[in-house]
């Protein structure tokens, strides 16, 4: 019998039958005893398992080592040893060199995915695929009126706006109207706990003011004491400008009673109102509504638990009805300094804000000119910081010098180019976007001259290379960014005596803050949370801190609204153009505006037609389905990295005007609503 395939056990030969695996040669090993091992009866020789060599009893093996005759066994019993432990360094050292290849093995695979990240994102990977053909109109119809045209988010209101132009109303009585409607029904994206800038033109006049309704930020607070923790909770809520703003424009420009402006609006609020789908969408985007007593009652359906479906009669709380009732009987000041500021003080504590009776009394509207910008033959009218409309006038500036024409967008590699230097004058305007904050805390006189100068914005154009785009922000003259906002509401409105009013107003998230005040029925806003601040180095994009956007008590945060009027030289209103949609407002309405004095579209083409949109960090193009993969993988191969939206874009309400008639067209996206006289 072979000495190899002997086991001593208990002193006892056996012999290892073939079929014994390596487990059972184990379970052999388990059966030597601990008096066997006293003993040193319990000797292995052979191939035998190498923690076993350790069980020879040392008596044994010196006597063993005494006996002449056993030299060779001593030998082979040190060269056993020294093959054992050669063994054992072997298997170590397999081992590591296993641990090194996979490593090596694991590095490369990151590497590779790292090398080909841009074209796993690519627009040649995307489901379902990008077109090839152009999509065919939207449902949204091309409005033609004669005299005047209401757009808002949603027909109802527009209908009330509609409805106090034919009670004699002027354009300021027709848009508070259709803004206190659209407080009730689209209270998702706006509202009388919120704030707001209107941009309106006055054809008398000549001249177009812009009303900064905006929130600020209470007494109390600082810049200090904010972390990404406090994002959409009522630690952030700004002193409401919304009800104030409406009060001193109706004061400077209405012309039919307070009250007779808000009365549909109650009607609409205690009737309830269908539920749109936008609305449904934005209820599932903010959590905390489920929690709130008032919103959950108000838009969950009690027998099955879940949100209403779409067109089912849905009915606010019935305290935002009374509020609006005491507001159209004692006016603005009610609730600043009165019954609503008293229960709003409460609803605000008790929800935990930092907002006091004192930031509510002292709280006061900004009135400024809005800045006329020469595009060619016409005259834009933008809104100063802190809007953003200086970052608007600095892309039209920019493009303007490319002489576009409707030839510029009439094949593929014209429009491939066009979009090409569109975005690129994207990049170049908000890399200045971080030096923008709040005029009254912030010296922006040579920032402002720059941003609307056409020599300034002529210089970065000659910095566009058709043929690439740059991966480094430094080429861009970037160095801080700013915070994105979003939950947002856009109205244009034209009078037939040629005034006109773009307003864009917002709570910041959809919902605020997701909490409404159980006495006043008010959504609160979550406006702070459109500051920067130094201890919160990134926002949500990753993008770091801006200083002129830094939080301070009674300051203003900065904002994408872009509510825009263009004239003729002579003074007649030509487009009235705003968005909705955090900081792709800004591109939507360069993009809409370019289209209709540019590439010679409709209101309707213009809006319908799919967006693009840069905003340098981060540095790539968001673009919505219906872009076309010839242009999409054009500007990729000009280096432009892609991303497809997968979230709600911008939403718009636009109206144009020619000498024959007034045309108006709401967004598909939102499904607004027009009405005109």
Known sequence: MALSNIWIVNGADKEIPKNVRHK??????????????????????????????????????????????????????????????????????????????????????????????????????????????????????????????????????????????????????????????????????????????????????????????????????????????????????????????????HKRFGSMTWKEIIEPSIKVCEDGFPLSKHMLDSLHTNKRLKTDPLLSSAFINKETGDFYQVGARVHPPKELCSTYRLLALHGAHDFYNGTISKLLVDDLKDAGSLVTAEDLASYSVDWHDSIPVNLDDNIMYVVPPAGGGTLLALIMNTLRGYNFTSDSISTVNNTILTYHRAIEAFKFAFAKRSLLGDMRFNNLTEVLQNLTSPDYAEALRQKINDSRTYADFKHYGAKFYRKSDTGTSHLSVVAPNGDAVSATSSINFYFGCGVAGKRTGIIFNNGLDDFSYPNVRQNFFGLPSSKPNFLQPGKRAMSSMSPTIITDTKGNVKL??????????????????????????????????????????????????????????????????????RERGSTMCGITKNETAVYANADFRKKGGVYGL
């Open 24 to 249: 059972d040669f184990l379970a052999l090993d388990n059966t030597i005893t601990m008096s066997d091992r006293n003993s040193g009866n319990g000797q292995i020789d052979g191939e035998v398992p190498l923690k076993n060599m350790a069980r020879v009893n040392q008596g044994q093996e010196n006597e063993l080592n005494e006996d002449p005759e056993n030299g060779m066994v001593k030998d082979n019993r040190r060269n056993d040893k020294k093959i054992c432990s050669y063994t054992r360094w072997m298997r170590f050292g397999g081992f590591i060199l296993a641990l090194i290849l996979i490593g090596f093995f694991f590095t490369y695979l990151v590497t590779k995915y790292l090398e080909i990240s841009d074209y796993s994102k690519s627009s040649l990977r995307l489901i379902p695929p990008n077109p090839e053909v152009e999509a065919p109109p939207s449902r949204s119809i091309l409005y033609v009126f004669q005299h005047g045209a209401i757009c808002s988010d949603n027909d109802i209101c527009s209908e009330i706006g509609q409805y106090i132009f034919n009670r004699g109303g002027n354009v300021m009585d027709s848009a508070l109207a259709t803004l206190f409607c659209n407080g009730i029904t689209t209270m998702q994206s706006l509202g009388i706990g919120g704030g707001f800038i209107m941009n309106v033109f006055i054809k008398a006049e000549n001249r177009s003011y812009t009303i900064d309704a905006r929130e600020t930020a209470p007494k109390s607070a600082t810049d200090s004491m904010f972390t990404v923790h406090h994002v959409g909770t009522p630690t952030s809520v700004g002193v409401p400008g919304e009800v104030l703003g409406y009060w001193e424009a």
């Open 576 to 645: 009235v153009i705003g968005s909705a949609g955090g900081t792709k407002i800004t591109t939507a309405v360069a993009m809409v505006i370019m289209r209709v004095l540019w590439f010679d579209q409709d209101i309707k083409q213009a809006i319908d037609a799919p967006r693009i949109h840069h905003q340098l960090v981060p540095n790539e193009i968001e673009y919505e389905f219906g872009n076309l993969q010839q242009i999409i993988g054009g500007l990729e191969e000009k280096g432009h990295r892609t991303s497809r939206y």
